[in-house]
Every structure is written in structure tokens, then in C-alpha cells.
């Protein structure tokens, strides 16, 4: 299978604890997202990379998210100190940007986070 | 700030017949626009796409429609098959962003 992969699929943890999710994109995708999705909502914009480049965030993103590309490959999406608020589905996607207009995303499973 | 709408939170059609899904945007700057598929326990799947200088794309049996006046696009899926249940969203993106503005979705479940 050479979609996007995400892992893991589910973490459950406590208030204040860190979690780290790693996103493995299409091998030949120079560009990487990751959004966020809470129940009855769409997914909404957290970050993206173009190779290892982190060019943009979103206010989304508080102090305590932080994402890494660091090959430009696969990603991690950090979250220290855990609130209740951060459950939701964490949703990676990957393009290749190739100078043309738009490029397609493509999505991942998704990581569903709890946090107790 | 909902810069993308659906409006319809769910849509149930019968086999065979049109299932029409609406979206309505307020921010003009939208210029690309965009219908994902999404099943339980998967992540969202492309299905069409449109920019804003056409009015309508289409692929096998799925079209778009877009309205910019009315600021408004639409997704027509005919004939409608059981397959196609699952919750559609639309989004949108502004000229050289790459972030995707996504609506609620519509949860389509098509009849036998």
C-alpha cells in the first residue's frame, strides 16, 4: 500500500500527559499537512511542509503543538501537556507540488486521539 | 468564523435516483474548490474538483456546479448507487494557499 500512513490509529491518554503521532506521506510527496477534525465538524488546518520546511501554521496550533519534517519525509505531530480540548481526529495528507496551480491532497486514516 | 457551509447535515436518496449536495462559502477570495468522500475509520478521499473560472466539471458520474455570484457549488452524483453512502465534504482554497477550508460535510446515505 503506498497511501498515506498514520500511526498509531488510537491513543488514549491522560490530562497532561505528551503524545507524538507520526504521519508517513507518498513516498514522492514533497508537500505534508496535517489537519484536525472534532465530531460533526471537517477537518481543519493545522500545518503544512514542503520538504522539511515548515512554511506555514495556523492559530490552531497553540504553543503546545509542535510538528517536525526533519528529512523532509516522514512527520511528527507533538502535543505536550494534554487537555481535554485536544481530542479529535488528527488527519495527515501529502501533495506534490510540482509549480502547477493546486495540487491534490491526499489523506491519511487519521490518529484519534482521548484524552481522559 | 464557518468561511464554508453545508447546510445539510445529512441526505438520504433513493438507488438510482440524483443526490444533489450543497455548499455555500462566504469568504470571495475562494478560488479553488473541492468535494472529498469520506467512510468510517478512512480518511478523506478526493472525488472532483472545480476552479472558480468554470461553472461546472464533471467526471463519470459526479459533476460540480459552481455559482460565484451566488457563491454557492453543488455536487451532483447520478445515477446514485449504495456505494456512495458515506459523508461528503466540500472545501475551498484561496490563490497560492494550501490550506484546505473544509464545510461540516453531509452524511448521504443512498436507499436500496
Known amino acids: 500500500d503506498t497511501g498515506v500512513s498514520q500511526n498509531p490509529r488510537h491513543k488514549i491518554t491522560k490530562r497532561g500527559q505528551n503524545v507524538t503521532f507520526r504521519c508517513d506521506p507518498i513516498?514522492?510527496?514533497?508537500?505534508l499537512y496535517w489537519y484536525r477534525q472534532t465530531l460533526g465538524q471537517g477537518p481543519e488546518f493545522l500545518t503544512y511542509?514542503?520538504?522539511?520546511?515548515?512554511?506555514?501554521k495556523s492559530r490552531l496550533l497553540s504553543d503546545r503543538f509542535s510538528a517536525e519534517r526533519p528529512k523532509g519525509s516522514f512527520s511528527t505531530l507533538e502535543i505536550q501537556r494534554t487537555e481535554q480540548g485536544d481530542s479529535a481526529m488528527y488527519l495527515c495528507?501529502?501533495?506534490?507540488?510540482?509549480?502547477?496551480?493546486?495540487?491534490?491532497?491526499?489523506f491519511g486514516p487519521g490518529t484519534r486521539l482521548t484524552v481522559l | 468564523d464557518q468561511q464554508v457551509k453545508q447546510n445539510s447535515p445529512s441526505l438520504s436518496v433513493q438507488e438510482g435516483r440524483i443526490s444533489i449536495l450543497n455548499c455555500d462559502y462566504t469568504?470571495?477570495?475562494?478560488?479553488?474548490f473541492l468535494w472529498y468522500k469520506k467512510y468510517p475509520a478512512e480518511g478523506p478521499t478526493f472525488l472532483i474538483s472545480?476552479?472558480?473560472?468554470?461553472d461546472k466539471n464533471e467526471d463519470g458520474r459526479f459533476t460540480v456546479f459552481l455559482n460565484k455570484s451566488a457563491k454557492h457549488l453543488s455536487l451532483h452524483i447520478v445515477p446514485s448507487q449504495p456505494g456512495d453512502s458515506a459523508v461528503y465534504f466540500c472545501?475551498?482554497?484561496?490563490?497560492?494557499?494550501?490550506?484546505?477550508?473544509f464545510g461540516q460535510g453531509t452524511r448521504l446515505t443512498i436507499n436500496p
Open positions: 495528507a501529502s501533495s506534490l507540488y510540482s509549480g502547477t496551480y493546486y495540487n491534490e491532497q491526499f
Open positions: 513516498s514522492e510527496h514533497n508537500r
Open positions: 511542509f514542503q520538504n522539511e520546511a515548515q512554511l506555514e
Open positions: 469568504n470571495s477570495m475562494f478560488d479553488y
Open positions: 472545480i476552479s472558480s473560472i468554470k
Open positions: 472545501a475551498a482554497s484561496e490563490p497560492g494557499a494550501q490550506k484546505l477550508v
